[in-house]
């Protein structure tokens, strides 16, 4: 047996293969993201988009001028570097295990995926310190740990600020942070 087949044994190795076949559909443009996002029907199943569409679903692309990282920090649009993509903006909620961000600096909406492996942190919205206090670092991101069921409830809301840092290839979030608001 190959090396790849022994990852995906048992019951994380079939959330992973879950994931890698889902980033899949997303890269060639199975979403319902982009200008026509209301695009999906009361049962959850969407539209087929047009090439069009299609390519508006792309991750958006910041500045690539070595500082890719401010963006991301000064808390506007989308930064890219390399393989990361990260970007601001407000969360939405797609379909379970699949969020959008609308980028605060009016870029293209940006599907991505989470899983239990993601490192979700909040600050009040997502969820709260172990004491139910309010939990943000230096830079006005959360640092409470939450759980992807917290992430997708906060995500309905429509309201909550997050700054998304994924893998631009797989579509999968590394670290989702609520951004503070008092």
Do not use: W
Not at 32 to 59: E, L, N
Not at 64 to 89: E, K
Not at 175 to 180: A, F, L, R
């Amino acid at each position: 047996m190959s090396a790849i087949t022994n990852r995906f044994r048992g019951r994380a190795g079939r959330r992973i293969a879950a994931t890698i076949v889902a980033a899949a559909a997303l890269g060639l443009g199975a979403t319902a993201c982009g200008p026509d996002s209301d695009a999906a029907d009361s049962s959850g199943s969407s539209a087929s988009s047009t090439p069009s569409q299609q390519a508006s679903s792309q991750p958006t692309g910041g500045s690539s001028s070595g500082n890719s990282g401010s963006q991301g920090q000064d808390g506007g649009g989308s930064a890219d570097a390399g393989r990361s993509l990260t970007i601001v903006g407000k969360m939405e909620y797609l379909a379970p295990g699949k969020l959008i961000v609308k980028p605060e600096d009016g870029g293209t909406d940006q599907a991505f995926l989470v899983a239990n492996a993601t490192s979700i942190r909040g600050a009040a919205a997502i969820c709260t310190g172990p004491d139910g206090s309010v939990a943000i670092g230096d830079d006005g991101y959360g640092t409470a740990k939450c759980t992807v069921d917290e992430l997708e409830k906060a995500a309905k809301t429509n309201i909550v600020t997050v700054r998304v840092t994924m893998d631009r290839k797989s579509g999968g979030a590394d670290v989702v942070e609520e951004k503070y608001h008092p």
